[in-house]
T-cell receptor
């Protein structure tokens, strides 16, 4: 257990509304990641962070923004949700002191955009 | 660009039978390779990883994987499958100074009793 929580765990929202998902970690990990999981696509990286206020884009970043104002929290925002953003969103961290690539995942947030 | 191919979308095996899940990767340098497992409604759990050294790596739950550079493969194996192994399995690759992983599309394992 890497001490990762995600909130909310489930959300239904309407097209065009803003949505913010939160990832919280308790173990001071430097790297944090947001993925989306869709059938037939596996997991795709949306954005990641390598420190407070340091973020970068992944392969499917369009329509998403992120913020990290403190080490423990990494926020994913959908500025204006669309039906194509209906997905399961996972947060991950890279364990401190280990390989950057040894990632551990949170429980996920199921988002439905109607 | 790095990529991962898991050629089998679904696999069904009988409980007690052996299992091999295939993973092929494309990467320009020495890769870091991973297998994750996801039970329904859950997050991903790290099964095992390869960084360097012995090409046969052992993981949790009795799983092992073998890195074969000549075949660009990292297949996951288990000698005797249990019904609780039914889940989706993901192979992933990373490396080269990029702090990112690329995942395959997953293989759904069904275990028949």
């Amino acid at each position: 257990d890497a001490g990762i929580t995600q909130s909310p765990r489930h959300k239904v929202t309407e097209t065009g509304t803003p949505v913010t998902l939160r990832c919280h970690q308790t173990e001071n990990h430097r790297y944090m990641y947001w993925y989306r999981q869709d059938p037939g696509h596996g997991l795709r990286l949306i954005h990641y962070s390598y420190g407070v206020k340091d973020t970068d884009k992944g392969e499917v970043s369009d329509g998403y923004s992120v913020s990290r104002s403190k080490t423990e929290d990494f926020l994913l925002t959908l500025e204006s949700a669309t039906s194509s953003q209906t997905s399961v969103y996972f947060c991950a961290i890279s364990e401190k002191g280990g390989s950057f690539y040894e990632q551990y995942f949170g429980p996920g947030t199921r988002l439905t955009v109607t | 660009a790095q990529s991962v191919t898991q050629p089998d979308i679904h696999i069904t095996v009988s409980e007690g039978a052996s299992l091999e899940l295939r993973c092929n990767y494309s990467y320009g340098a020495t890769p870091y390779l991973f297998w994750y497992v996801q039970s329904p409604g859950q997050g991903l759990q790290l099964l095992l990883k390869y960084f360097s050294g012995d090409t046969l790596v052992q993981g949790i739950k009795g799983f092992e994987a073998e890195f074969k550079r000549s075949q660009s493969s990292f297949n996951l194996r288990k000698p005797s499958v249990h019904w609780s192994d039914a889940a989706e399995y993901f192979c992933a690759v990373g490396g080269g100074g990029e702090n990112k992983l690329t995942f395959g599309t997953g293989t759904q394992l069904k275990v028949e009793l």
